[in-house]
């Protein structure tokens, strides 16, 4: 069983634009608009066959936004304020 799990919702919009809501089951989400029903369905493949490069990409960078963090504490210019205004 495949655990590849995506929500399409392709509708009408306004002034010839079409809709297109996605999510995956990585929980990524996206909205676009596009001029035909053709173009939207076009985007709503394209958009799953992606899906794992995403998920690899929003991997790595949480991780070097993680690191990034830990470099600034090791060299102490941050501080312990929570607005980040460091």
Known sequence: MSHNRFNINVQYSHDGFYKVSLTDHNGAR?????????????????????????????NTHARAVKEMIELDRQAG??????DGLD
């Not at 053709?38 to 929003?58: K, L, P, S, V």
């Not at 210019?77 to 929570?82: G, L, R």
């Open 30 to 58: 996206n909205v676009v608009y596009e001029p035909s029903v053709e173009r939207a369905f076009d985007y709503a493949i394209n958009w799953c066959r992606e899906t794992e490069q995403r998920e690899i990409e929003r």
């Open 77 to 82: 210019i941050t501080t312990k304020t929570s």
